[in-house]
């Protein structure tokens, strides 16, 4: 969502709405508060990527509102896998030396990685404190669906961490088809109409 919302700061790290002023040895506001309207909304979903030392900027950002917990394999979909003996599988993978056609990069890699057809149990929580999170929520949707469309975790264009949600309670049924997220474009639609400014 940093990068879809342009939140991400240019040294690579996680979105802050403070920085550093030497002149008050304390923080302030990364700029005016109209010009960040996502970071602070990232910030206050995902946590801010800093301390914060600034207590009136402290108390705006508030606690983390998300938390994540393991997700455990699901039972039944464990004991389909342990009947195929694939509990994990190993892809094998090597880079190509273009110009000889042969194998390069020091040879084979062998990387272990969970089958394709494994299902986890997903569950996360989220605070609520103001009106403001309760609208903040339905962005949540539109994250977990960009997750779906890129991948979890790293080597995504190799084919790895592709992720689907099903079975999902607890978000908004405008966000749902079959208990499955719409497509990325209905979901965009929907944010709209809670964080664009109406005109007319």
Known sequence: MEWR???VPDDGKPTKV???NKDSKTDEWLDKKDKI???IKIAKIFGNGTTI???DIAREIGPTRISFFDCYLDLANAEELKMQNALTEEKIEVT???RK???GGGGPRHMERVPAGATFDFELTYMVFDDEDKQNFKLIPLGMKLLELTA???SGSRGYGKVVFSELKGIDNEFLENEKLKKINEIEEII???FEPKRG
């Open 37 to 39: 309207k996502f970071h």
């Open 101 to 103: 056609g042969s194998v």
């Open 53 to 55: 030392k600034n207590e």
């Open 5 to 7: 919302f342009g939140t």
């Open 18 to 20: 403070n920085k550093w």
């Open 192 to 194: 709209k109409n809670y």
């Open 96 to 98: 190509i030396d273009r």
């Open 152 to 154: 979890l975790g790293g």
